[in-house]
């Protein structure tokens, strides 16, 4: 098992920056892959990015792409996103979520791959 701490959410103005942190416990954090989500009230959860276990391969949302960054430092057992020029449109409560069992590229960007997650940290984006 593994559990997620996020932190890093706040309050920014629309074309600021901010960084997302999702600490793990344990010692086998780079057994796995980690995805963030995100969900605005009233919507559902959607796919933000997704990182391997090596961190080689990243995957993004296709509203993110070129504006945010997943990387991962297993020696701190800690995944971070780099949220670059943000718009009130990125306003949501951003969760980290984990898991090792197999996966299809199609299959990381939904929720339902993943067992483990965060409590959640919120980001909001004032115009």
């Known amino acids: 098992q593994v559990q ?10 629309a074309g600021g920056s901010l960084r997302l942190s999702c600490a793990a ?8 892959y980690i995805g963030w989500f995100r969900q605005a009230p009233g919507k559902e959860r959607e796919f933000v990015a997704a990182i391997t276990r090596s961190g080689l391969v990243t995957y993004y949302s296709d509203s993110v792409k070129g504006r945010f960054a997943i990387s991962r430092d297993n020696a701190k057992n800690t995944v971070y996103l780099q949220m ?13 979520a984990a898991d090792a069992k197999p996966y299809t590229t199609a299959t990381m960007k939904t929720p339902f791959q993943y067992d483990y997650w965060g409590q959640g940290t919120q980001v909001t984006v004032s115009s």
């Open 4 to 13: 997620l701490v996020e932190s890093g959410g706040g309050l920014v103005q």
């Open 25 to 32: 416990s344990g010692r086998t954090f780079s057994s796995y």
């Open 84 to 96: 670059n020029s943000l718009t009130p449109g990125d306003t949501a409560l951003y969760y980290c």
